[in-house]
């Protein structure tokens, strides 16, 4: 086999799947409007760079400290959960589907099975083999960042999905995996799963009543 550092397919430049049409440069906007004359000295780099520490601090705490961050205006609680893999049999056949692809072996896996080829001709190849995260390190568990809408007063928040940062979910990776770690997370509360997909939106409701 061919040493690791030598089987490594270049990345490619990485593109957003999702356009950010607004950030904390535009937010900076409404904060100075209603605040200059409170924070004067707050430029729009300085409140960029305040966002980002708390930003960072909670999202640690999170990952280290196991915390339930209860947003304010009643937009729901973040947190990591964590939940069990179940490996089933169907017909023979192992099913994949809830399995997790651990990526990083798998493209090491394929640096050696395909040397030469970019990562955009290595994804278009056909039949390629996967290599699958056992999670044997957290005794079969799988932890994964969670917004609970159970508590949120969001409007149609069925369609709204909470989508964490890379560096987040390397942060999460790295901490599960660190000789540190002593903290432990929540089950994942199915039954408030449930709960919000069988959730009747409020125009809904109000025509219900209506007939």
């Known amino acids: 086999m061919m040493p690791?550092?030598?089987s490594k397919i270049p990345r490619e430049k990485y593109s957003h799947k999702v356009i950010i049409h607004e950030g904390l440069w535009d937010s900076y906007k409404l904060f100075h409007a209603k605040y200059k004359l409170i924070y004067p000295d707050v430029d729009r780099k300085?409140?960029?760079?305040i966002c980002h520490i708390i930003n960072t601090s909670l999202s640690d705490k999170m990952i280290k400290e196991s915390l339930e961050f209860r947003m304010p205006a009643r937009l729901g609680v973040l947190?990591?959960?964590?939940s069990k893999v179940?490996?089933?049999v169907k017909d023979g056949k192992?099913?994949?589907n809830k399995m997790i692809i651990d990526w990083g072996k798998t493209?090491?896996?394929w640096g050696q099975e395909y040397p030469g080829l970019s990562r955009k001709e290595v994804n278009a190849t056909e039949g390629k083999v996967v290599i699958y995260n056992m999670n044997e390190h957290t005794n079969g568990y799988v932890m994964r960042w969670k917004w609970d809408k159970t508590t949120a007063m969001v409007t149609n928040q069925t369609v709204y999905k909470f989508k964490p940062t890379k560096r987040n979910r390397l942060e999460l990776g790295a901490w599960i995996k660190s000789d540190e770690k002593q903290n432990d997370y929540f089950l994942i509360n199915k039954l408030n799963s449930n709960r919000i997909k069988k959730m009747s939106m409020p125009h809904q409701e109000e025509e219900n009543k209506q007939e």
């Not at 300085?46 to 760079?49: A, E, I, L, N, P």
């Not at 947190?79 to 964590?82: L, N």
């Open 4 to 6: 690791a550092e030598m």
């Open 46 to 49: 300085k409140y960029v760079d």
């Open 79 to 82: 947190s990591v959960k964590k």
């Open 86 to 88: 179940k490996i089933k």
């Open 94 to 96: 192992l099913e994949k």
């Open 107 to 109: 493209w090491e896996y």
